[in-house]
């Protein structure tokens, strides 16, 4: 049990800087940065501490604790935890920590429970989504916040990328995926947990299909083929 097992670190490993630099450039990127910092302003105003679990080079963690938050980012791939600690003395920040560590079990790392705890587009890669749900309830305050993201099997891009990869192999990271889910479906997953979702946003990477979809006002959870879920625990 894998955050991503070991043949799958390796990927992500040697395209650690080349992912920093996506950040910076693609409008994918760029939209995903937008809705995620959106939702952050608001989740964050009362919380103290943060788990950013799959950081990746910290555009999140650091994002947070530049707010003043206590936070403690996980990767399990060495580069990208090399990648934080640079940058956290570059920013002289103190109250950011950074871990190599795989979920579900987060082993080797003793971590406090935190008011928030965010997850972007990394739980679909994770090969036991029930036993990382149970780490992160363990992990969440009471009136906590969890704030993940999942591929959107709703969605039309999803269809015809499923079709596609079954045919062509196409996109290759897509082999990786394992949970491709609805609003739904992930509820019904928290539910076993004791977890409720709250709200959702749908949000897209652009695509050619996606204007023309869009233009044709298909409704939204058709079109966006990714959904970030903001999670409480049920009271």
Known sequence: HHMHPPNEVKPFSDTAEQFKNLYSHASDFQDRVRIWTQILDRCAIGAQSAIDLGCGSGVFTFYLAEKGLEVDGIDAADRMIELCQQEKSRRALHKVNFFK???PALQNVKLKKADLIISSSVLEYVEDLHGTLETIRNLLRDNGILVV???NSYSIYRRIQRFTFAILRRPKYYKY???ILSPDSLAKMLDKHGL????VRYY???SPLLRVCKMLQFPEKYTE???VAIIGRKS
């Open 149 to 151: 993201s999942f591929p």
């Open 177 to 179: 995926v394992r949970h």
């Open 204 to 206: 897209a990477h652009r």
């Open 196 to 199: 409720i979702i709250r709200e």
């Open 101 to 103: 560590s795989e979920l």
């Open 225 to 227: 083929n990714l959904f």
